[in-house]
């Protein structure tokens, strides 16, 4: 196991979202045991209680269930990486939006760029009147004024 952690963000709220990544890509089904809280610890190397931590607040979000004496587990529900995918898409979505909107691109520039970068006609900056001039209000789609 290989754990870099970025010094910007709380270490238990990275290992949170690595264990909610895991979740969401099925690399982590309904049922698997996490590593222990020591064992994590020791191959992170980072603190138990931290990592204790993360499993707490996991567990308080209905993610995991921990069973004394036996570990920690991802909560047996088929239908909780799909839960846990949708919400991290949510976020990822609205915080990609919100820093789009910030650099004053309006809606249907979003959306044309994010068009072309699924079409694999160039990169976010390849279209040339949106980086020229990019709106700064969009009436009906939610802009930036």
């Not at 690399?27 to 994590?40: E, H, N, Q």
């Not at 915080?95 to 909107?101: G, L, N, T």
């Amino acid at each position: 196991m290989e754990v870099s952690f970025d010094e910007s963000v709380p270490i238990y709220m990275q290992i949170m979202k690595g264990v909610l990544w895991d979740i969401a890509v099925g690399d982590l089904s309904p049922g698997d045991k996490l590593f222990s809280v020591r064992d994590f610890a020791r191959k992170a190397k980072t603190n138990p209680n931290t990592v204790q931590r993360a499993y707490m607040e996991l567990e308080r979000m209905g993610v995991v269930e921990t069973q004394r004496g036996q570990g920690t587990f991802v909560c047996d529900s088929p239908e909780i990486a799909k839960e846990v995918r949708s919400e991290m898409t949510t976020a990822a979505v609205e915080s990609f939006v919100k820093e789009m909107r910030r650099l004053r691109y309006s809606d249907s520039d979003i959306l044309a760029l994010v068009s072309e970068q699924l079409s694999g006609v160039g990169g976010a900056c390849s279209n040339k009147a949106a980086q020229e001039n990019p709106s700064t209000t969009d009436d009906h789609d939610g802009g930036v004024k």
